[in-house]
C-alpha cells in the first residue's frame, strides 16, 4: 500500500509538471467559450497564489524592520524576495527523490540595504550550487538544513564584494565571512575568486574557496570552468569540484546549459578518490507567468559506489519567484 501511495504521488507530480509547462500551448490553439473560462479561472487562482505569497512575506518583513525605527521616524519599504522550487529526480536506480525547497531573502532599509535576513531550507554551501547544477553533493555536509541568518555587507561593489553572516543552521550556531572579486582580462576572458570562512559552534573551522574563469563565446553564449575546495574539522579530507559548462541564452525567456562535472575528496582516510561524474543538459524556460519557471535535465552519472556504472536520470523542476519591494 505505501509503494502504491509513493508510485501515486510520482505520476501525479509529473502530470502536473507537464500540465503547466504546455498550458500556454494547449490554450493558444483553443478557441470555445468554455476554454477561454478556464484560462480566466487558472488566471485567477494563479494570481491569486503569487499576491498572497508576496504579500504575507512583504508585511512580514515590514514587521520586522519595524523594530529598527527610531522613535518620529518614518518606516520605509522593505524589498522581499522568495523562492519556493519543487523538484523530482528520477534516476534508473532510485524514482523516489522529491526535493521541495524554499528560500526567502529580506532587506532591511533601516540598515541602508547593507543587512539582509536570509530563510532558506537549502544548503548554504554556494560553492556546490555552481551554475545549474544536476543535484547537491551527496557528500556535501550543509544539504537539507534548515538555517536562518542576518546577512551584512560591508562593501558592495560591481568587481568585489565583502559580507559577514550570522545565523543558525540545524541548531549550530554561526558566522561567516565572504570576499568576492572579479577580474577582467578583456571583453571576453574574466576571471572570479571566492574565498570564505565559517566557524560553527559544535563543529569549528569550515573554509572554502571557488576558483572561476569564464569565456565570451558570443553575446549569447558562455563557456564556464571553474574549480571549489573545501575542508573543515568536522571532517577529514579535502572536498573538490571540477565544473565545464556551456550556459546558452536562446532567447528573453528560455536557455540552456550543457553541463560535465567531477567531484570527490582527497588527503583523506582513502587518499585520492573521484565520487562522482556527471554530464547533463538542462534546459529552463519561463511559460505562463513572468514569476514561474520549468526546468527539464536529462543526465547520466557514473557514481563511485555504483563501481562508475552508467546511471540515467532525469530532473523535473518547478520554481515561483515571488518579488515586491
Known sequence: MRMYRKNTIKWLLCRLFFYFAFANSALADSTTDVSKSTEQENDHWMQGLHETVTNSVYQSAQWFDSFFIANGSEQQKPTTSAKIRLAWLPKSRDWSEVKPRFRVRVKLPHFQNRASIILSDESDDELSNLP??????????????????????????????????????????????????????NDKQGFLIE??????????????????????????????????????????????????????????????VISFQVEGERNGARGFVIDKYTLAYRYRFNAIRDWLFFEIEPFLEFPEQENYTTTPGIALRLEGLFHKG
Open 132 to 185: 545549474l547544477e544536476v543535484n547537491d553533493s551527496k557528500a556535501a555536509l550543509a544539504n537539507d538544513k534548515f538555517s536562518l541568518a542576518l546577512n551584512y555587507t560591508q562593501d558592495k561593489r560591481a568587481d568585489r564584494l565583502l559580507n559577514y553572516r550570522l545565523g543558525i543552521s540545524s541548531g549550530d550556531l554561526f558566522v561567516r565571512a565572504k570576499h568576492k572579486r572579479r577580474l577582467t582580462v
Open 195 to 256: 574565498p570564505s570562512i565559517y566557524y560553527f559552534l559544535d563543529d569549528g573551522l569550515e573554509a572554502k574557496l571557488l576558483l572561476e574563469y569564464d569565456y565570451q563565446i558570443s553575446s549569447q553564449s558562455l563557456f564556464r570552468v571553474n574549480y571549489s575546495i573545501r575542508g573543515a574539522e568536522a571532517f577529514s579530507g579535502i572536498r573538490w569540484k571540477h565544473g565545464f559548462y556551456k550556459l546558452k541564452q536562446i532567447n528573453s525567456t528560455t536557455a540552456s
